[in-house]
């Protein structure tokens, strides 16, 4: 099966995936086939478990060996633009995360605001991290596969 490399995934996630993936044509979207699933376009950052850019089938986005890295580079990239660069705010991230040029910005805003309970304007605190992630993973790729348990283990592995 395709998607072992997904593991762990929420409960009921992998059924859907592999249901995807039978007969119907369709695959995981791009983010999840990557293990990319924050869409984090390819730079020259070496980040640990990035498949290196000469190895990338993808041309555009990030490749990640697993879940687990991918995960970790978006938390990092994420807590850095709120925590560094003052993007302390679903708009102000979200603006620059996925801007209006490739995104509808303010429909992804519109969203991340109702699952996370957060006015646009409200600060982001370290406790909307975790959900954050959940939120933009599920709006970038329309599925959210993975357990809690794996993204604790991303967040872990980014030592933050």
């Known amino acids: 099966m395709r998607f072992k490399a997904l593991l762990p995934l929420a409960a009921g996630a ?29 730079t020259g950052i070496e980040w640990n478990g990035k498949v290196p850019v000469e190895q990338n089938t993808d041309g555009v986005y990030e490749q990640f060996h697993a ?19 003052g993007q302390n705010t679903l708009r102000t ?12 910005t303010e429909a992804y805003i519109k969203h991340l605001s109702q699952r996370l309970g957060l006015a646009p304007e409200q600060p982001i605190k370290p406790g909307h991290y975790r959900p954050l992630l959940e939120s933009i993973i599920l ?20 030592g933050r």
């Open 14 to 42: 992998a059924l859907l995936l592999a249901n995807k993936s039978k007969g119907s044509g369709m695959s995981a979207p791009r983010g999840i086939r990557n293990n990319n699933p924050g869409n984090l376009i390819i």
């Open 67 to 85: 879940p687990v890295w991918g995960i970790r580079a978006m938390y990092i990239d994420i807590t850095g633009d709120i925590e560094r660069k």
């Open 93 to 104: 991230l979200i603006s620059a995360y996925a801007p209006e040029h490739e995104n509808d």
């Open 139 to 158: 709006h970038e790729n329309g599925v959210q596969p993975y357990s809690a348990s794996l993204i604790d283990e991303a967040i872990e592995k980014a």
